[in-house]
């Protein structure tokens, strides 16, 4: 053989023979975790969807995601229609454009009415699909094959999951920021006038220190008629006034304002330093949200920032905090309720009757209104009774609860 060919076919050979002297440890490791990983695997199969979804489980959990996506989709059409008949005059008096109309308002207004009437969106899915199952003797089928209620109850708790997830990312951290641009709508093209401004406003910025302002206009983010007091051991220590005050919307941290005109009195001991300037950037714990409140502000907000104002009002002593306390355990407590709706509707809609489905779903409607209805009440109890905000966002869960119990209890088995 001609010796040009043998070093080409020597080459790669020496390589080959190379790597599979250095790779041979790795070879040999494989070799050694290969068993123990089966085995591990072995052990966390209980992990694995398959062991607990089946294939009627996957069938029934179409037919509810399904079926409740049909439900939001009728629903909320209905909804469009009538709020456009209701509206239309209003758009052609402010002269609203279409793109505004489309994107601005009702791109905002299907996800937040989707989201806040969820628990009888749920409720509407579960009957109206289950009354179908029974009616075509399905459920019959399931429990005589030896299914249990409470193994039927399973895809639709899974079901519930993906919903009340779904349901609560959507209300805590993507609807706030919708609100604020369809209330910006409103404001400009339904004349439904915003709070904007603030008179006499004092409240507690700091430990110590008060801030008050005569008159605040939260168009400009301008106050007028400053004043801030220090206080020391329950003593006035400093003493700033100031003609304007402005904040400061550029800045890349908060709590930056620039007054106008200022003058800052110190009292030590018996003495006074009086020092004075036209224009000053100075940092006040405080901010535009702070001074101004309008209807359905909480809702503007997501559930980051609610804790975050709650917690900062609280420390203020401010009172006007419980209907954003109520705001956030509320989303809280509604992504609960497809559980407790669900279960009500299971146990009232599987068993096949002659009459049809009519009867109960009606019945169904009326529990689901009743919810919304005790949900709507409790909150204004919370605000206008002094009813601690938890207690008042749970109370129609609590109530319900023990409605889904009895229905469960009387299910057919």
């Not at 591990?40 to 969807?49: Q, V």
């Not at 454009?97 to 308002?105: G, H, R, S, T, W």
């Not at 400093?238 to 890349?252: C, G, K, L, N």
């Not at 009440?377 to 605000?383: Q, Y």
Request: proline share 3%; net charge positive.
């Amino acid at each position: 053989m001609d010796r040009k060919l043998i070093r080409k076919l020597h080459t790669p050979l020496r390589i080959l023979r190379t790597v599979r002297n250095r790779m041979g440890w790795l070879v040999t490791l494989w070799h050694w975790l290969r068993p123990k990983l089966e085995w591990l695997l072995h052990k966390l199969s209980w992990l694995h969807p398959r062991r607990y979804i089946s294939i009627l489980d996957w069938y029934i959990i179409k037919k509810f995601i399904g079926t409740y996506i049909f439900a939001i989709a009728l629903i909320i059409s209905i909804s469009i229609v009538f709020d456009v008949n209701e509206n239309l005059a209003k758009f052609s008096q402010y002269h609203a454009p279409l793109k505004a109309i489309v994107f601005d308002y009702y791109a905002n207004f299907i996800p937040y009415f989707a989201n806040l009437f969820s628990p009888l969106f749920v409720f509407i899915a579960v009957i109206f699909f289950t009354s179908k199952l029974a009616g075509n003797s399905e459920i019959i089928a399931m429990l005589a094959a030896g299914m249990s209620f409470k193994r039927l109850m399973r895809p639709y708790m899974i079901s519930c999951v993906l919903i009340s997830a779904t349901t609560f990312y959507l209300g805590a951290y993507v609807i706030p920021h919708g609100t604020v641009v369809r209330q910006n709508f409103e404001t400009m093209y339904k004349n439904k006038k915003r709070n904007t401004s603030a008179e006499n406003v004092q409240l507690q910025v700091d430990e110590g220190v008060i801030a008050y302002i005569q008159h605040y206009d939260n168009n400009y983010k301008r106050g007028f008629g400053f004043c801030l007091d220090k206080f020391e051991n329950k003593k006035l220590v400093s003493h700033m006034t100031a003609t304007e005050i402005q904040y400061d919307t550029i800045s890349d941290s908060k709590y930056h304002w620039k007054v106008t005109n200022w003058k800052v009195r110190k009292l030590v001991g018996l003495k006074e330093q009086i020092t004075s300037g036209t224009k000053k950037d100075t940092v006040i714990l405080m901010e535009p949200t702070d001074l101004v409140y309008s209807k359905g502000q909480q809702e503007t907000f997501t559930s980051p920032q609610l804790l975050d104002y709650i917690s900062k009002q609280t420390s203020r002593g401010s009172g006007n905090v419980v209907q954003y306390e109520v705001e956030y355990h509320k989303r809280i407590a509604m992504s609960f309720a497809s559980f407790i709706l669900t279960t009500i509707g299971l146990s009232l809609s599987s068993r096949k009757r002659k009459g049809g489905m009519g009867l109960y779903l009606g019945i169904g409607l009326a529990l689901s209104f009743a919810y919304i209805m005790l949900q709507t009440v409790s909150s204004t109890f919370a605000i206008n009774a002094d009813t601690p905000p938890i207690l008042a966002a749970w109370i129609p869960n609590i109530i319900f609860a023990f409605i889904a119990y009895y229905c469960y209890r009387h299910a057919p088995n």
